[in-house]
């Protein structure tokens, strides 16, 4: 996701560079009487001992850039970008790098009191507030609070957060409670060969990615390739890309003045109709009318 991806690949270079072990780093964002918001930049690798956690309120994070394995009392899940991670207060859990190094996330955290009013508020039962599921996979539903989330931590409007964690909370909610089938496992293999692919796809969404071509990169058969990834990752292989390229493409609108179809081309549609009709889809605006709101919030 362009600045997003390029400042992990940053730290994670200089990691290198230096020689030193991984760390953590939470930039605080915003914060409210019963909620906060944090700009979360993990250099944690494969050869680093994952270590157990606990979960101090409701965390709803959302991956930005990288990719890692997340283990809770709800399941273990791979998480990638596009997905969401659940926590619930007091959970203990575990976050690991075993197939590639480094991951960025916007972690939203709630005192449970204020998340009980915002469900409560929002008509959803008490029954459904602790989450049964480790993660949510990229939705279509959830991509327009992420790349505000992501203008936001960029310092490029996209985000006033006290109505974003109010949007957030009650979104991931509803999300959580329409998944009800419970997400099968994948084996420690297809991780590591679908976390290879995923970076493929976000250091270059613009790429002319193909379900063979992805397949043969990963190793698999096109039949083999497409069940794994979509076991692994909640998504299908096309879902995944298209998702990334709309991501790049909205935070380019944020962020830059190019012309609408040069953002297209550069982020992988090779038809502006196509890329106007995907875009509306997934974030229920045109191009131009998402760019003119990220400017009228830096107003």
């Known amino acids: 996701m362009g600045k997003i991806a390029v400042t992990l690949q940053q730290a994670l270079a200089q990691r ?3 020689g030193t072990r991984g760390s953590t780093n939470a930039r605080p964002l915003a914060q409210g009487a019963s909620w906060d918001v944090a700009d979360i930049l993990c250099t944690f690798g494969p050869r680093d001992q994952p270590f157990e956690e606990r979960h101090a309120g409701v965390c709803i994070a959302m991956v930005v850039a990288g990719s890692f394995g997340y283990r809770t009392a709800t399941g273990r899940a791979l ?3 596009g997905a969401l991670l659940l926590g619930n207060t007091g959970d203990c859990f575990e976050c690991g790098h075993r197939h590639a190094p480094g991951d960025r996330c916007i972690a939203f955290r709630y005192a449970p009191a204020y998340f009980e009013r915002l469900a409560a508020d929002a008509g959803i039962a008490s029954g ?18 992420i790349a505000r989330a992501c203008a936001g931590a960029l310092d490029t409007g996209g985000a006033v957060w006290d109505e974003l964690a109010v949007e ?3 979104s991931t909610l509803k999300a959580a409670g329409a998944l009800k089938r419970a997400e099968p496992p994948a084996s420690a293999v ?12 976000d250091d270059t969404p613009g790429a002319a990615h193909t379900l063979t071509s992805l397949a043969a990169a990963a190793g698999l058969s096109e039949f083999y390739f497409l069940r794994t990834f979509q076991r692994v990752t909640g998504v299908t292989p096309h879902q995944y890309v298209l998702r990334a390229r709309l991501r790049a493409a909205a935070l380019r609108l944020h962020d830059d003045s190019a012309k609408v179809v040069d953002i297209a081309f550069d982020c992988g549609f090779n038809d502006l109709s196509n890329f106007n009709h995907a ?6 605006s045109s191009p131009r009318a ?3 709101r990220g400017r009228a919030r830096r107003a």
């Open 16 to 18: 290198a560079r230096e």
């Open 79 to 81: 998480l990638t970008p």
């Open 128 to 145: 459904d507030l602790n989450f049964r599921r480790a993660r949510i996979p990229s939705l279509p539903a959830l991509s327009p609070l």
């Open 168 to 170: 957030v909370a009650v």
């Open 190 to 201: 297809a991780w590591s060969r679908v976390a290879q692919t995923v970076r493929l796809i």
């Open 279 to 284: 875009f509306r889809a997934e974030f229920a």
């Open 290 to 292: 998402w760019r003119a």
